[in-house]
C-alpha cells in the first residue's frame, strides 16, 4: 500500500466565509489556520499548499476574553533607535481592526516560505460586506 502525496496544483481549493461576530480571537485563529494548511483534508502534504480559501468578515467584532484589551500589546520596531512603537489589542482594533485576526493566524502558521502563499489566501474584512461573492464561498460554522 502506498501513501498518497498531494502535487501543486492537483487539488482545488475552495472558498469558505467565516463570521467572526462574538467569536474568540485564538480559537477563531486556530480553526482558520487549520484551514489554511489543509489540514482538513485527507490529501494533506506538509510540503505542498493544500490547504483553503478564508474569507472573513466582521473582524471588528471579534473577542477576547480577561482583561487583554487592555494588557495584549503588539510591538514592531522600525530599525532605527528609540524605534520600538507598542500599541495595545484596543488601540489595534480601533486603528486597523483586521490586524488583530490576521497577526494571530499568521503566528499560528509554520515558519517556512510556504506560509506566506497560505497567508495569502486568507481574506478578513471589519465589516459585513466583502468583494468575493463571485467565488460563492460556503458558509463555515467554527
Known amino acids: 500500500m502506498k501513501s498518497y502525496m498531494a502535487k501543486t496544483g492537483e487539488l482545488q481549493a475552495a472558498w469558505h466565509l467565516v463570521d467572526a ?21 485527507p490529501e494533506y502534504t506538509p510540503h505542498v499548499d493544500t490547504g483553503d480559501f478564508v474569507v472573513v468578515v466582521n473582524a471588528e467584532k471579534v473577542k477576547l476574553t480577561g482583561n487583554k484589551w487592555a494588557s495584549k500589546e503588539y510591538a514592531h520596531f522600525s530599525g532605527y533607535p528609540s524605534g520600538r512603537r507598542v500599541m495595545t489589542a484596543q488601540q489595534v482594533r480601533q486603528a486597523f481592526p483586521e490586524r488583530l485576526l490576521q497577526e494571530a493566524v499568521r503566528r499560528m502558521l509554520p515558519k517556512n516560505k510556504l506560509a506566506v502563499h497560505m497567508l495569502s489566501k486568507l481574506k478578513v474584512y ?15 460554522k467554527l
Open 21 to 41: 461576530t462574538d467569536q474568540v480571537l485564538g480559537r477563531l485563529a486556530s480553526s482558520i489556520a487549520m484551514i489554511l494548511m489543509g489540514k482538513h483534508r
Open 126 to 140: 471589519a465589516g459585513p460586506s466583502h468583494p468575493h461573492q463571485a467565488q460563492q464561498p460556503k458558509e463555515l
